[in-house]
């Protein structure tokens, strides 16, 4: 059954502007929150290939059989070149009479006058009179023909092993990632959009693959085929490898130029991505909130601007990388006339054979062609360091504090839960709670109440210790929570919160979802206890239905029923909950109020309230307001007191009342029109 997290949402993000001055290492925003300085582009690789040292040995391999298929590539022109000279010798040696030497032969034609024609018949290894060694060509075509066919294999190989390296990489790196989220504390999502995030772990982590897949191997390869060719350049003519040699640097200045120019324009595009990513997931998921309000139109519009932003920031960066392959191609072509040229007059004058200036010529295209590539993988390789940048700042994000597991609770506690002096905030300068006390006896139901704002969800995420506190501590059985690690913790919680959150699967599976070994027996008797089996025998397939993501196949009351299904079914010592019954008609949420009250009855219970009718037999309420408990007592005991609760309560209620006597008022008032009618009618 898949898996679904949640996060808080943040407001929309501000849209990204791309300035002509941008820097990746100025502070940039995502959604609500500012996000750490970027990486220059060289720790960032580094980082990136950093990744691979785990496989050191496999990347040795691949860089091995690289090699071993560069060596066959560059050496093979040279012998193509040879196999050249043996035609060009064969023809122009059948050209001369037999039983002269060469240097005869060189003789005659200088005597002729045709010292051209001579520099080419020394320069030459000819026998006169005989013609092509079809032997030795059939020889060495065979050779050529055998070194590319290993070349090719072994580049098939490397392919084969590269590909599996960088898969365990990726492997890693995602579960790296996943296991980051986990130990993330809710903080870090408070002002992000999930629309980010999820880019973050989707698009970016596929971005980082693709570059290492392609890029890498591509620039390895390359890398060492500029090597090869130019030592063979050297090797064959040395005057003209330094004409082809030219090109380097200019190429390295327009890679150098271009390239950091686009690096930048390639954060941009991807932090562009996740903005627009985070409107969309807000659009799906608050689609039937967008149709309420009429505001379809205005989502499209903030669609079309994020939209626009993104295509801004992708068609600069695109174009800007763009042009490095052209420019460089541009050098290339250049560098290969001067050598086809000077190529041409050093045959003519004797300085080289045809078959060596064939091979150079060979030579200087593939020379061009890797410098090339690796100019095209520089967008590759730029667009994925760029994602790889916004990957390792969630990797570095602060992790929530490590687990401090010195003590143990039994299999169950008694719930027993008491707070002692409790400070905390969100933010340093705004304090939220301050020096709260409170005890929770076991079995007992507390339940919160107070306006908007004043900490009710708050004092119950401190319990389950999704933020830490600042000061103070929090007790269960008499054990200070921070000396038990959070899954401990939380073992010995059930909570329902106002969202019903629920998993592609079956009615069965999501019940279930408390507590994996719970029998099918045992699911019934919650969905029984919970009055969600009162729904799902109508239901053709029962408990095998399989309801859509999150739920949208059933009503709100039926998911919020299932949700506490799946809570009880844990059998916690503790259970929280947070406006369960909100989405629960008044029928419904009698009868689920009557099973609460007996499913509460060995645990002790924490329940928020707006809706204080759901909360008059509680133990004990606390009326907070401002992070602290201005009153605390029984529904009859802080009604008699008439303070802050007796305040919420006739506020809550007068609306009720008025409404009820404007009816009885509008029924007297049809009866006595009734009772007076006009004689005659």
Do not use: C
Request: no cysteine; hydrophobic share 45%.
């Amino acid at each position: 059954m898949a898996r679904k997290r949640s996060a808080a949402e943040a407001a929309p993000a501000e849209d990204l502007e791309l300035p002509d001055d941008y820097q990746p290492d100025n502070d940039d925003w995502t959604g609500s929150q500012p996000v750490k300085k970027a990486k220059h582009f060289w720790p960032s690789a580094k980082r990136l290939v950093g990744l691979l040292a785990p496989h050191k040995w496999q990347f040795a391999l691949v860089v091995l059989l690289v090699v071993g298929s560069v060596v066959l590539t560059v050496i093979a022109p040279k012998i193509l070149g040879q196999a050249m000279d043996v035609i060009f010798n064969g023809i122009l040696g059948k050209q001369l009479p037999e039983g002269i030497t060469r240097e005869q032969a060189v003789e005659a034609a200088r005597a002729a006058g045709n010292d051209q024609f001579a520099e080419v018949l020394a320069g030459a290894d000819i026998v006169p009179g005989e013609g092509i060694d079809f032997g030795l060509l059939g020889r060495l075509i065979l050779i050529v023909l055998g070194m590319y066919l290993v070349a090719s294999v072994l580049m098939w190989l490397q392919g084969f092993v590269l590909n599996r390296l960088v898969m365990n990489v990726v492997y890693r790196l995602r579960a790296d990632i996943e296991a980051k989220i986990n130990r993330l504390p809710l903080s870090y999502f408070d002002g992000r959009q999930r629309g980010d995030v999820l880019s973050r772990v989707t698009n970016d982590v596929d971005n980082i693959q693709q570059a290492l897949q392609q890029a890498l191997s591509q620039l390895v390869q390359s890398l060492l085929m500029v090597i090869g060719i130019a030592a063979m350049m050297f090797i064959v003519s040395w005057q003209l490898a330094l004409i082809a040699l030219i090109a380097l640097p200019l190429s390295g200045i327009i890679a150098g130029v271009v390239g950091v120019r686009a690096q930048k324009l390639f954060v941009a595009q991807w932090k562009h991505t996740g903005d627009l990513n985070g409107h969309i997931e807000e659009s799906f998921t608050g689609h039937e909130l967008v149709r309420i309000f009429n505001r379809d139109a205005d989502m499209l519009d903030e669609f079309d601007r994020r939209n626009e932003g993104l295509f801004g920031a992708a068609y600069r960066a695109q174009a800007l990388s763009g042009t490095i392959m052209p420019a460089m191609q541009f050098v290339q072509y250049l560098s290969y006339v001067l050598i086809a040229v000077v190529g041409a007059l050093r045959v003519t004058g004797g300085q080289m054979t045809l078959g060596d200036v064939t091979a150079f010529i060979q030579y200087s295209r593939e020379f061009s062609q890797p410098i090339a590539e690796m100019a095209g993988m520089a967008n590759m390789l730029q667009s994925g360091v760029a994602s790889a940048e916004r990957t390792f700042e969630l990797l570095d994000a602060d992790e929530q504090d490590a687990d401090t597991a010195s003590e143990r609770l039994p299999e169950r506690t008694s719930g027993h839960v008491q707070f002692e002096g409790v400070a905390f905030s969100y933010e340093p300068s705004q304090p939220l709670i301050e020096g709260l006390s409170l005890e929770a006896r076991p079995g007992h139901t507390v339940a919160i109440v107070g306006p908007t704002g004043a900490g009710k969800t708050t004092l119950v995420n401190l319990v389950m210790r999704f933020y830490e506190l600042n000061r103070g501590r929090i007790l269960l059985d008499g054990v200070d929570i921070t000396h038990l690690s959070r899954a401990e913790l939380r073992s010995q919680v059930g909570m329902v919160l106002q969202d019903a959150w629920l998993f592609e699967g079956t009615i069965r599976e999501n019940i279930r979802y408390g507590r994996l070994d719970a029998t099918d027996d045992e699911v019934v008797a919650a969905a029984e206890a919970t009055m969600v089996d009162r729904f799902v025998r109508q239901l053709p397939e029962g408990y095998d239905t399989v309801i859509s993501e999150n739920g949208s196949s059933l009503s709100a009351g039926e998911r919020q029923l299932l949700t506490i299904a799946r809570a009880f079914i844990a059998n916690p010592s503790l259970l929280i909950l947070d406006e369960a019954t909100s989405s629960v008609d008044t029928r419904t949420e009698v009868l689920v109020q009557q099973a609460m009250r007996a499913l509460r009855a060995d645990r002790t219970s924490f329940v928020i309230a707006h809706r204080l009718s759901t909360i008059r037999d509680a133990d004990t309420i606390l009326m907070m307001e401002r992070g602290s408990i201005v009153e605390q007592g029984s529904h009859e005991e802080l009604l008699a007191r008439r303070g802050a609760y007796y305040a919420l309560y006739q506020a809550q209620f007068a609306g009720e009342d008025a409404e009820e006597s404007a009816g009885l008022d509008a029924g007297v008032g049809s009866i006595a029109s009734a009772g007076h009618e006009e004689p005659g009618r």
